[in-house]
């Protein structure tokens, strides 16, 4: 599937898991996980640092969540990502989504790779953002560059 294809299927989805959530609140991750929140998705923050996000229980890890999620985005350091997707596999999440606007992002090749060898779909390229509700001119124009 192409990526667009891929998208699609992830925001279907409505238990979603949003890795890399933190309490200093103003990072991408908790952005997503805003957005997310707010276009009606059951959404569950993940960061092992943090007990609490805005007043809502952060779980430290996807095995911690109260049900599977049926996809997981990640919004963390790529490092990060290859821990995270270990978790996904042990948890059979099969659909991951690896945040990536500008730079780096949260993709890692490894991570990618372990996915590909055991079966999990991954979405290696934009933001939810750009497609998750009203959409902000700055996500609108990264859509465009990215040509989504």
């Known amino acids: 599937m192409i990526q ?11 238990k979603i898991a949003v890795v890399g959530v933190s309490r200093k609140g103003d990072i991408p991750a908790n952005h997503i996980f805003h ?17 609490v ?9 996807i095995s911690s969540l109260p049900e599977k999620p049926e996809a997981v985005m990640l919004a963390g350091t790529p490092v990060v990502s290859e821990k995270v997707m270990q978790e996904c596999l042990d948890n059979h999440v099969d659909l991951v989504w690896m ?5 780096q992002g949260s993709y890692s090749p490894k991570a990618d790779q372990l996915a590909g060898e055991k079966g999990i ?3 290696k390229n934009g933001c939810p953002m ?12 990264l859509k465009w560059i990215k040509k989504f």
């Open 4 to 14: 667009t294809e891929l998208i699609i299927e992830f925001l279907s989805k409505k």
């Open 99 to 103: 945040h990536k606007g500008i730079g």
């Open 130 to 141: 750009m497609f998750v509700g009203k959409v902000d001119p700055f996500h609108k124009v």
């Open 121 to 123: 779909t991954v979405i």
């Open 53 to 61: 996000v805005e007043g809502l229980t952060c779980y430290p890890d």
């Open 35 to 51: 957005k997310f929140k707010d276009a009606g998705y059951d959404v569950y923050p993940v960061n092992p640092h943090a007990e």
